[in-house]
């Protein structure tokens, strides 16, 4: 599991309060620090999120997965550090280009 590995689906599941959808987990271990790290952790969070997007888009998931179909998507960074500015407005694009194709996107914080 890991940011850098876009070809692995790194967790998924189904949460107890809402069994009509399934949430595709991103582990994102990895700081945000000068602008030159933060320009290497969004380009492995594109190649990740769009390596998630291949595998739904793609019909993987319902292969690997069959308990996702009929489901509601959701992708979920979990972040291991607080997500910088540039990684707010990355998120938020992300979102509105998730959200066109049907899949919900959410970023939580996760110190530990």
């Known amino acids: 599991m890991s940011l850098t590995d ?4 790194d967790m998924w599941g189904i949460p107890k309060s809402d069994s009509g959808t399934i949430i595709l ?4 271990h990895l700081e945000w620090g000068n602008k030159t790290l933060q320009a290497e952790h969004l380009l ?4 990740k999120i769009n390596g998630y ?11 690997k997965i069959p308990a996702a179909l009929g489901k509601s998507l959701v992708i979920r960074v979990y972040g291991k550090y607080e997500v910088s500015e540039q990684g707010e407005l990355f998120f938020e694009r992300v979102a509105e280009l998730l959200k066109k194709m049907g899949i919900g996107f959410e970023f939580v914080f996760k110190a530990d």
Request: charge should be negative; aromatic fraction near 4%; charged fraction near 20%.
């Open 44 to 47: 492995a969070l594109q190649r």
């Open 25 to 28: 987990g991103i582990a994102d």
């Open 6 to 9: 876009p070809n692995i689906i």
């Open 53 to 63: 997007i291949a595998f739904i888009e793609s019909g993987e998931i319902d292969n």
